[in-house]
């Protein structure tokens, strides 16, 4: 009987100091990332939004890449099959 209340006990000690625990690091640690991920956002954003002097034209081109043309290869032709039985 000892043990049974002993383990009841103790189950509801490590339950009740769990949720006491997580109560309060959850949004400690939340709030931690999100600050995190908006120094982020705003490191990025200030890499992109450069300001830039009037009369100054900025392009960003990159061409694309030209594909691979074909046609120094050949065309294809579509083979038929012939079965010629009378080969000697």
Known sequence: METIL???FWTLVIYYSLRLILRYLVP?????FV???????SGF??????????GEVKVNFT???QTKSKSGIGEYI????????NKP
Request: net charge negative; glycine share 0%.
């Open 6 to 8: 002993s383990i009841i």
């Open 28 to 32: 400690f640690l939340l709030a931690r």
């Open 35 to 41: 600050k995190r991920m908006q120094n982020k956002m």
């Open 45 to 54: 954003d200030q890499t992109v939004n450069t300001p830039q002097q009037e």
């Open 63 to 65: 061409p694309k890449e």
């Open 78 to 85: 579509d083979f038929e099959e012939i079965n010629d039985n």
